[in-house]
């Protein structure tokens, strides 16, 4: 009886940890899809240039160099992390429209 209880307690400890860094996970990934949606130069504590390059749409090719990123019109979609801890997979759609430019797209972060 006390072996299932700490297999049990043991199985409730790694799913509570589990969560904690997919929410962790998580909130991160909308601020790195802000940040390179904005065009914020600061960026290099949370993403490498690869990654800024592949989502801000100014380096992408997407519209013009005067484009003014305004956060109220971004939509970043339910996020899905899937990780083992030290390493992990984002499923996220993120969705941008003003009266010039727009675009609704699936981001993959790994």
């Known amino acids: 009886m006390r072996g299932k209880k700490q297999m ?3 199985a409730i400890l ?7 860094f997919g929410v962790w ?3 991160d990934t909308k601020i790195i899809l802000e940040k390179a949606m904005s065009g914020d130069l600061d960026y290099s504590h ?6 800024f390059q592949t989502i801000n749409p100014i380096e992408r090719g997407l519209t013009a160099s005067h484009f003014e990123f305004d956060k ?3 939509d970043v979609g339910g996020i899905l ?5 030290f390493i992990s997979k984002v499923f996220v759609t993120q969705q941008y429209e ?3 430019f727009g675009f609704k797209e699936p981001v ?3």
């Open 14 to 20: 790694f799913a509570a940890a589990y969560v904690i």
């Open 108 to 110: 993959r972060l790994v």
């Open 72 to 74: 109220e019109l971004h």
């Open 46 to 51: 949370y993403m490498n240039q690869t990654a």
């Open 98 to 100: 003003n009266a010039h």
């Open 25 to 27: 996970i998580a909130h």
């Open 81 to 85: 992390p899937l990780h083992f801890f």
């Open 8 to 10: 049990l307690t043991l």
